[in-house]
């Protein structure tokens, strides 16, 4: 749950990682398959990312870490990151209960999909580009990286506050410190 709301990975992509795509030193997740579950046949595979733009690299943020180090010590498999207590790859189910049991605890009312929609919008509020969402979320149009971007309550006060400071600084043509352009 916590590679699909700080992450933005799908169930699929969750339930497709490899040991060796969890790159602990470096702080990356590596996208390189997605778990195949279809509900009308018990036929389990992984497959290949749609496009070129799914397999990608996914920076985790420092505060995850810990989490993925611990699974990575205790619980993952030899081969597969998450796996179901016969060793065998992770049951998208299996993750879907567990979902349902924490949001459940928690009181709230989402899909396990949300939880991407939430790690769009939290990578935009913590400063990524349109451009930096496609490639996170391994979106190859923007307006795919677009539908999964949403108001945050109180972060246009934050955004007008960040105005001022710009206008502070005393030459608002100048781009804060934080904007990389490159060409």
């Known amino acids: ?40 046949s018990p036929k389990k595979y992984d497959k290949d990312p749609k496009t070129d733009a799914g397999r990608r690299p996914v920076s985790v943020p420092p505060h995850v870490m810990p989490y993925l180090r611990e699974h990575m010590k205790d619980w993952a498999g030899r081969e597969r990151f998450f796996v179901g207590k016969d060793g065998r790859p992770m049951n998208g189910n299996a993750v879907y209960q567990a979902f349902v049991r924490a949001r459940v605890k928690a009181g709230i009312g989402i899909s396990f999909h949300d939880l991407r929609h939430t790690g769009q919008t939290l990578a935009a509020s913590a400063g990524a580009t349109l451009a930096d969402l496609k490639k996170r979320l391994g979106h190859a149009s923007a307006a795919a990286s677009l539908r999964y971007l949403h108001a945050v309550e109180g972060r246009d ?24 352009v490159k060409h």
């Open 157 to 180: 006060r934050e955004v007008a506050d960040e105005l001022s400071k710009l206008a502070a600084r005393g030459d608002a043509a100048k781009l804060p410190r934080s904007i990389v």
């Open 1 to 40: 749950m916590l590679l699909a709301a700080w992450c933005g990975l799908r169930r699929g992509e969750v339930c497709g990682l490899r040991t060796e795509d969890v790159d602990l030193a470096d702080h990356v997740v590596w996208v390189r398959k997605n778990r195949v579950e279809l509900l009308e």
